[in-house]
């Protein structure tokens, strides 16, 4: 599992990359009561808001964490935001990318160096 | 350095807030716990279910003291809003209104007849200006702000009994009852829309008694987020946000709070500043009106979304707005043009710039329980 400064966490699938968000950040967010999901098959660019969540509190993106095609979404986001709370490293990934080459994933932060920095 | 943040004022309960694991966050001037670690949602549906302790220690409590006899001051203090004051009996409390002479919201407020003086809650962030507006307004009335009181809000269906086991006698009050027990001061009110009671209690009495009231079955601590999510569902104003110093009492859908006394006909009609406008509005209608808004999808719109007529005609803004925990929907009210302001009007929200569909519907959302 790699990590990314905005609290996205992003898995290695065969050739595809899942993504999601940390415990760190759904904790953060307080209780998700909306999901909103990218179009499946849409090319993004690193940066672009793909995903919108809202909490009790306020409404946050989901940035794709880099360049790629987003090949599937998880619906079961919209009808039970609340797994993003539950089960956010597991059953509530975001969506699945198809990237060029997984090598782009060596520049984002291990399981330590991400503890390192919500710590 | 200096520094550019001023200083945030710290409750009496604060350690109390901290040690049950309350989140601190900066609120009207204060440090005060948004949630605890149940979270927003949960304590939501707790004070629903069973019983939520709120430490609103924030909010201003003052003394109305009158200087010539009681009836000048309820004169006075009745010259401020355009309410009923000299009709509230001894030892009831009311919900009024400080209007401004545009006939807008300076604050909303309670007020208690205790006999030889009246007690009144004002919003945190409009304290000083209150105390000073009244001050100035009332040269015959001493308004004493209250000093090393905390003030507890215990709400939800189990409220009573909890109460009731640490106060004997609270269970025989009614909605809007107000007591003096001792040195602790009750009224039967609230603002989540369910049963219960707001509670000022001496400084140094204050944590002694709100852990008494937390080891009552069902009773938890509540933060100011699920106050916000349960006072939206109750449909009940914030002010700074549903009205302010823009909003008449009629467009904020308040004409509840404007007793017969103080209308047109009444006994003692008009009187109180803005009352052109406002006496205007309650015969001819006002030009917009505070409703609900249920969106249709599960997208919840806050605070600032524009609204918008099917036909694409901007109508009105949201006021506040979220997610209601309890009716598991998007609620929220603003205020719209009175010819979109009627029951199942279909209107449009601008939300991260898609319209979505959103209809005028009843308030409150879920259902109040107060026990008249």
């Given amino acids: ?119 | 350095m200096a520094d550019p943040e001023p200083e945030l004022l710290h409750l009496g309960l604060e350690a109390l807030h901290v040690a049950l694991g309350g989140k601190m966050v900066p609120f009207a001037g204060y440090l005060m716990p948004v949630q605890y670690p149940d979270g927003v949602l949960k304590e939501h549906l707790h004070t629903r279910a069973a019983a939520g302790l709120f430490d609103v220690s924030h909010m201003g409590q003052v003394i109305l003291r009158p200087k010539a006899g009681m009836a000048a001051l309820k004169l006075a203090f009745e010259a401020l809003m355009p309410v009923d004051v000299l009709g509230l009996a001894e030892g009831r409390q009311r919900y009024g209104l400080l209007t401004n002479d545009q006939g807008g919201i300076l604050d909303d407020l309670m007020f208690t007849n205790r006999g030889e003086h009246l007690y009144v809650v004002v919003n945190a962030a409009c304290k000083a200006a209150d105390i000073a507006h009244m001050t100035a307004m009332m040269p015959g009335v001493s308004v004493e702000p209250v000093a090393d009181r905390a003030l507890l809000a215990l709400q939800g269906p189990g409220a009573e009994a909890a109460l009731e086991a640490v106060l004997p006698g609270v269970a025989a009050m009614r909605f809007m009852d107000h007591r003096v027990i001792g040195d602790i001061w009750v009224s039967r009110s609230g603002y989540t829309g369910e049963d219960g009671f707001e509670i000022s209690v001496p400084e140094v009495q204050a944590e002694g008694f709100a852990r008494k009231l937390l080891a009552q079955p069902g009773v938890a601590p509540i933060g100011l987020g699920a106050r916000d999510s349960l006072r939206l569902e109750a449909g009940l104003c914030l002010y700074g946000h549903d009205i302010d110093t823009t909003t008449s009492p009629v467009e904020a859908n308040l004409t509840w709070a404007l007793q017969k006394a103080r209308r047109a006909g009444g006994a003692r009609e008009g009187g109180f500043p803005g009352a052109a406008r406002i006496l205007r509005e309650l015969a001819q209608g006002p030009e917009r009106l505070r409703v609900g808004l249920c969106p249709e999808g599960r997208a919840p719109m806050r605070e600032g979304v524009d609204l918008f007529a099917r036909d694409g005609t901007p109508v009105g803004r949201v006021s506040s707005g979220g997610f209601g925990p309890s009716v598991n929907a998007p609620i929220a009210m603003g205020y719209v043009a009175r010819s979109h302001a009627t029951l199942g009007t279909e209107l449009m929200g601008e939300v991260r710039g898609k319209r979505l569909p959103v209809t005028v519907c009843e308030l409150p959302f879920h259902p109040t329980s107060y026990q008249r």
């Avoid at chain 1, 993504?19 to 999901?35: K, N, R, S």
């Avoid at chain 1, 975001?94 to 919500?118: N, P, W």
């Fill in chain 1, 1 to 119: 599992m790699k990590y990314t400064k905005d609290h996205e966490w992003l898995r290695v699938e065969g050739d595809l990359v899942v993504v999601g968000i940390t415990e760190h950040a759904a904790t953060q967010l307080g209780d998700v009561v909306f999901v909103e999901l990218p179009e499946p098959d849409t090319m993004v660019a690193e940066g672009d808001e793909v995903c919108v969540i809202e909490s009790v509190k306020a409404a946050s993106d989901i940035l794709a964490p880099i360049d790629g095609e987003i090949v599937a979404v998880n619906g079961k986001l919209v009808d039970a935001p609340a797994l993003v709370n539950e089960d956010p490293t597991g059953a509530a990934w975001f969506f699945k990318m198809r990237v060029d080459d997984l090598s782009v994933l060596d520049q984002f932060m291990d399981e330590d160096e991400y503890q390192d920095l919500i710590g």
